[in-house]
């Protein structure tokens, strides 16, 4: 199946800070999203986004389908973006059928 | 606003129990998830239903069943809990899938099977 790598697996930031995180998938896709899990797990997600750029407010997403690559830039982070984002894909004729990455576990500090 | 709950935010059970996990949405959704979340694997579907009465299975179905007898409940089934089903358990829901369908979570039921 389709493989789904994220980075950086740990992210430490100050507030106010702006930072980028990696998703990396294997092979092309007809579904992405991005979703943030805050500290007590409530899963929103953030973006749908198979290609192309969107986005809303602080957060914004890049994916580039042709070379198999999603980002999710944060700008100005606040101690409330803390929690772990995820990216999950889905190809082939399963559209639904999610694949998630492991995460990327984001703590911002006042 | 879609609105995903679950029955319970916490539960403990005994080994060989029988097990329900039940999930609601309130949006009229057709389709609706179960996941299952462990530490380091990220979140792996265990089954899908995307009408009342039909499912099919997930990545990681072994011990588990599923009912779905009313469009707006999706129930878990652990036939005999053992130890290795504890984990946090995710339920979501979404439309059809024409592209672009968000899927909406509940705010999980951490089990702990002893």
């Known amino acids: 199946g389709i493989q789904v790598e994220q980075s950086p697996p740990d992210l430490i930031l100050q507030e106010g800070a702006n930072s980028t995180l990696r998703c990396n998938f294997s092979d092309s896709v007809n579904n992405l999203q991005w979703f943030h899990q805050n500290p007590w797990g409530q899963l929103i997600n953030l973006f749908y986004?198979?290609?192309g750029t969107k986005q809303n407010g602080r957060l914004s997403a890049t994916t580039v389908a042709t070379e198999r690559y999603s980002l999710l830039y944060i700008s100005s982070s606040q101690t409330t973006d803390s929690g772990v984002y995820f990216c999950a894909v889905s190809s082939g004729g399963s559209n639904y059928k999610l694949t998630f990455g492991k995460g990327t576990l984001l703590t911002v500090n006042p | 606003d879609v609105k995903v709950t679950q029955s319970s935010r916490y539960l403990v059970k005994r080994t060989g129990e029988k097990v329900f996990l039940e999930c609601v949405q309130d949006m009229d959704h057709e389709n609706m998830f179960w996941y299952r979340q462990d530490p380091g694997l990220g979140l792996r579907l265990i089954y899908f239903?995307?009408?009342?009465?039909?499912?099919e299975k997930g990545d990681i179905p072994e011990g588990y069943s599923v009912s779905r007898e009313k469009k707006e409940r999706f129930s878990l089934i652990l036939e005999s809990a053992s130890t290795n089903q504890t984990s946090m358990y995710l339920c979501?829901?979404?439309?059809?899938?024409?592209?672009?369908?968000?899927?909406?979570f509940g705010p999980g039921t951490r089990l702990l099977v002893l």
């Open positions: 239903s995307y009408d009342v009465k039909m499912k």
């Open positions: 979501a829901s979404s439309l059809p899938f024409l592209g672009g369908e968000t899927q909406y």
């Open positions: 986004i198979p290609s």
